[in-house]
T-cell receptor
Framework: QKEVEQNSGPLSVPEGAIASLNCTYSDRVSQSFFWYRQYSGKSPELIMSIYSNGDKEDGRFTAQLNKASQYVSLLIRDSQPSDSATYLC???????????FGQGTRLTINP | DVKVTQSSRYLVKRTGEKVFLECVQDMDHENMFWYRQDPGLGLRLIYFSYDVKMKEKGDIPEGYSVSREKKERFSLILESASTNQTSMYLCATGRGGGPSDTQYFGPGTRLTVL
């Protein structure tokens, strides 16, 4: 079992709709969870971090964490074509400062 | 704003050459990381460093070495480049201090080994 799993997609969402991206992880002691966005040919950029169970909102983005289910998600409201990118889920490994990345979900927002 | 720079955006080398990739950060971050990213395999950690002159192996260290002589600079060395090391190489930095540490990425170096 991979440590961090994401559906590779592609996930296609109409403009203005909610995009929902999901991630599961295997290490029960993980404490920190991150979502990165990566445009084609560019490096990953951090968009959200979450450390406690529940929801965390930042503009059009909401991260959701459920440690009991070992599940973290990212919701993008009012999706825009500029949100089209690959979204990487990252989880800290065994309480250390290393991150383990999922393979990413490719998201396409259709005008 | 965190600024992480990498020495080259694109690099073409021949098999057997020694290759140096350099990463420089200007935010006094303790932690520095080298990853490679390949289609279908995602981001994989090669080496990382928590302090000057300190290094630890990541998940795929074979064929690579690193050097951190100064806090702001972390170099990745391919001792004898091979075609299977053709990849996107990404450097990242982190402030350090615990599991909540965020990593910030440089622009990446796309290396082609012929």
């Amino acid at each position: 079992q991979k440590e961090v799993e994401q559906n590779s997609g592609p996930l296609s969402v109409p403009e203005g709709a909610i995009a929902s991206l999901n991630c599961t992880y295997s290490d029960r002691v993980s404490q920190s969870f991150f979502w990165y966005r990566q445009y084609s040919g560019k490096s990953p950029e951090l968009i959200m971090s979450i450390y406690s169970n529940g929801d965390k909102e930042d503009g059009r983005f909401t991260a959701q964490l459920n440690k009991a289910s070992q599940y973290v998600s990212l919701l993008i409201r009012d999706s825009q074509p500029s949100d089209s990118a690959t979204y990487l889920c990252a989880v800290n490994s065994q309480g250390a400062q290393k991150l383990v990345f999922g393979q990413g979900t490719r998201l396409t927002i259709n005008p | 704003d965190v600024k992480v720079t990498q020495s080259s955006r694109y690099l073409v080398k021949r098999t057997g050459e020694k290759v140096f990739l350099e990463c420089v950060q200007d935010m006094d971050h303790e932690n520095m990381f080298w990853y490679r990213q390949d289609p279908g395999l995602g981001l994989r950690l090669i080496y990382f460093s928590y302090d000057v002159k300190m290094k630890e192996k990541g998940d795929i260290p074979e064929g690579y070495s690193v050097s951190r002589e100064k806090k702001e600079r972390f170099s990745l060395i391919l001792e004898s480049a091979s075609t299977n090391q053709t990849s996107m190489y990404l450097c990242a930095t982190g402030r350090g201090g615990g599991p909540s540490d965020t990593q910030y990425f440089g622009p990446g170096t796309r290396l082609t080994v012929l």
